[in-house]
């Protein structure tokens, strides 16, 4: 799948990807009210990764029911939206206006937004605070619900089977980790709000730790992400016990990179004798 924010939603790629052959998209963030996201500068390079603030800006969920939906739902492919909140409830309403729409199979849960009912703190460092949108979420939700877990925690497994109790479908993780940039010369962030978050191959490592510290702690599905490029890196993910993967920032380096590493991972089980992937999904001997 594609990673949101990196794919905008799916059609802007078409030229580059026969989006068909894609397992799915998850379009951008969709809020219940429109943002306008962060003051520019918002993007910067790192070294092997970039950081982001943007923000989450987006036009909200009715514009994109009535506006962006018609013209992805005949897509040949999953298009999942990813939902972010300021509460529960706004999570819970949102996630209840994409349920309306025919062609979109799942949402994928974003918890680590600004809780600004808590002070500010996000909603996924706490086991209670991810919780409290899931459970809100799951009584207006009736389809998939991935929920997408923050790595700026101490423990991700204990969050992930706090969201697994309140009726999670799956997790993916991770999201990105918070970082930050600064320029030498006129002594300030680079970024315009000082810190972002960072993706790229520099989490990958971090990314691959979460992943297999998480499919050993819940019985559901697990979706890796983080710094993937590459089918080794792909492979990577699922042998530490992913079911699926997303591809996110190589998107802006090669905009056909989900097929290229789709094509090497059955190259490779070829390779290795495989008849499926499943059988190399959690297979790491540890």
Known sequence: ????????????????????????????????????????????????????CVGLQNKGVDYFCKHIYPEIKDLDTNVIVNVSG????????????????????????????????????????????AASVVRAVRERYHKTLIVKLSPNVTSIADIARAVEAEGADSVSLINTLMGMAIDIERRRPVLSIATGGLSGPAVKPVALRMV????????????????????????????????AIEIGTANFLDPTVTIRVRDGISQWLDDHGCRSVQEIIGSLND
Not at 93 to 106: M, N, S
Not at 217 to 243: H, N, R, S, W
């Open 86 to 129: 300021s509460s529960p409830d706004d999570y819970a309403e949102c996630a209840a206006r994409v349920d309306a729409l025919e062609h979109i199979p799942a949402i994928e849960l974003n918890i680590s937004c600004p809780n600004v009912k808590q002070g500010g703190m996000a909603f996924g460092v706490t086991c209670e605070g």
């Open 212 to 243: 297999w510290q998480v499919a050993k702690a819940v019985k559901i599905p697990v979706v890796g992400l983080g710094g993937i490029c590459t089918a080794t890196d792909a492979i990577e993910f699922l042998m530490a016990g992913a079911t």
């Open 1 to 52: 799948m594609t990673a949101s924010g990196t794919f905008g939603y799916g059609s802007e790629f078409a030229d580059f990807v026969p989006l068909d052959q894609l397992g799915g998209i998850i379009v951008k963030g969709t809020t219940l009210h429109p943002r306008e996201g962060n003051d520019y500068p918002r993007m910067a390079e790192t070294a092997s990764g970039m950081l982001n």
